[in-house]
């Protein structure tokens, strides 16, 4: 309770501005100047004003009596009161606001606005649900017995089944469902490419000009058209429209009760497995499509949207910056300050590989432990010009990898001849074979040069292929590698 308590003064102090005026305040002020009330007589003034807005007045056995009118607010204003409480608590919980965040941390109630918040967002998903219900009704022209209604206790009862109760069908195609009338018109499964645009990863340090650029993708998609009439007049009625081979369709399109052909879509834009697939995000009005074929050639726009990406959004706590001094030898990179992307992770920028991947030379580094013995500290792979085995790459792109555990220790001696290594280990047969044969599957981290700086990028958490820490150097005269290759 004191956590609560807590919360709200922060809120309050947090929000704290010049909002809107709203019902309560206009008669708050009209009663303390227009009537002289004090603010408390004025308090109770609003309660009374209040009444008749939210609740329906009742007479029984000569006594007054007050029901609230839940119908006194709609379901929109009660979806724009939630996103507003679910956006200040973002803007509270946000690491971007460093004052917000030193309030939340003094009074250590992070925990429970993040509660808060679960809460809200859980409600505005079921308001969000019975507005797109309401939404589904007007554009099929559903009567009063056709569409379900809600009620507030289905509101109210957190455990309510919404999207059982709330069916996004229409009432032809249910009972042609029961009566076993629903018959196959098309069934096309279908693959196809399309462009979409996204972010450039090579801007702004290798490409200046372009944020963005265009990737080719290619899907499955699978369209079946159904005619439920008896006797069948091979016209399609209804359609469902599936992502590769999900379950559950992604899409289904039907007729509304003014329309003879296919004019309303209702789209659930989450995938197999994720949370809330199988539950509509959006209805909307289509062009009226009569075969499964009309749809892909002329609605490839909302077919499209099935298969984009939706970013999730998560708050990351910046890392705290600490001021390292090292002392390091000439060539050798000295440590500076890093980038963290724990959602996308970073990569190189340019291409640096040709097609079959080969164009790399072999380094590796040996270490001396105890009692005489050996093991890998690394393997490295220096990326050169296509059909030269001296020349790097722009860039000069190297990529460190570690040794499979089998191969990594009691080493006696290495031989690399391009790109096969051969290893020789204490009391074991020698093995030979191409480098791939010996290292892990990706590397765990690369450096690459670009200007007048070497980045290295590196994976932090052990979750390869993403690295999620980039840094950049001040680039030094040499690389260990150059030492190493001059030594053999």
């Not at 507005?131 to 007007?138: A, P």
């Not at 490419?193 to 990863?201: D, F, L, Q, R, T």
């Not at 790399?360 to 010009?385: G, H, M, N, P, Q």
């Amino acid at each position: 309770m004191k956590k609560t308590l807590v919360a709200l003064v922060l809120g309050s102090t947090l929000l704290a501005g010049c909002g809107p005026r709203t019902y309560e305040t206009e008669l708050r002020d009209i009663l303390q100047k227009e009537y002289s009330m004090t603010p408390e007589e004025s308090e109770v003034g609003v309660v009374g004003g209040l009444r008749p807005k939210y609740g329906t007045h009742e007479e029984k056995a000569g006594k007054d009596k007050w029901q609230p009118n839940y119908e006194s607010v709609t379901i929109d204003q009660r979806i724009k009161q939630h996103k507003q409480m679910a956006e200040d608590l973002d803007m509270i919980l946000s690491f971007k606001n460093k004052e917000n965040t030193q309030l939340v941390e003094e009074f250590q109630i992070r925990e429970q606005l993040e509660q808060d918040e679960k809460a809200i967002l859980f409600n505005l998903n079921k308001l969000n649900l019975v507005s797109l219900y309401q939404q589904f009704g007007k554009l099929m022209g559903l009567n009063e017995e056709e569409a379900q209604k809600v009620d507030e206790a289905m509101l109210i009862y957190p455990l309510a089944p919404l999207e059982e109760q709330l069916k996004f069908e229409a009432k032809y195609v249910t009972e042609a469902r029961k009566t076993n009338q629903l018959t196959v018109v098309d069934d096309l499964l279908l693959g196809y490419k399309y462009n979409v645009e996204i972010p450039n990863p090579a801007y702004p340090e290798v490409d200046k000009t372009h944020q963005t650029v265009w990737q080719t993708k290619q899907v499955l998609l699978r369209i079946v058209s159904y005619d439920v009439d008896s006797p069948i007049d091979h016209k399609t009625d209804y359609m469902e429209v599936f992502r590769g081979n999900e379950k559950q369709p992604a899409m289904k399109i039907f007729h509304s009760a003014s329309s003879n052909a296919l004019d309303v879509a209702v789209i659930d834009y989450d995938r197999e497995g994720e949370r809330g697939y199988g539950i509509p995000d959006e209805v909307i009005n289509v062009s009226n499509f009569t075969r499964a074929i009309e749809l892909f050639d002329n609605g490839r726009n909302h077919l499209e949207k099935l298969f984009q990406e939706r970013k999730k959004q998560s708050r990351v706590r910046p890392q705290e910056k600490e001021m390292n001094i090292t002392i390091v030898r000439v060539g050798e990179l000295k440590d500076e300050p890093c980038e963290q992307n724990l959602i996308d992770g970073f990569s190189v920028p340019f291409e640096y590989m040709q097609k079959d991947g080969k164009n790399y030379t072999v380094a590796y580094k040996v270490k001396s432990l105890k009692d005489d013995d050996k093991e890998f500290s690394w393997t490295a792979r220096r990326y050169r010009i296509p059909n030269s085995m001296s020349e790097d790459v722009v860039g000069r792109v190297v990529a460190y990898y570690k040794i499979k555990p089998e191969y990594r220790s009691h080493i006696e001696n290495v031989i690399v001849d391009g790109q096969r290594m051969t290893i020789s280990r204490t009391g074991l047969v020698d093995v030979a074979g191409p480098d791939s044969l010996f290292l892990e599957k990706e590397p765990y981290r690369i450096t690459y040069d670009f200007g007048q700086s070497r980045y290295s990028i590196e994976d932090k958490d052990n979750k390869l292929p993403k690295y999620e820490s980039r840094c950049e150097h001040a680039k030094p005269m040499f690389h260990e590698l150059d030492t190493l290759e001059k030594e053999k």
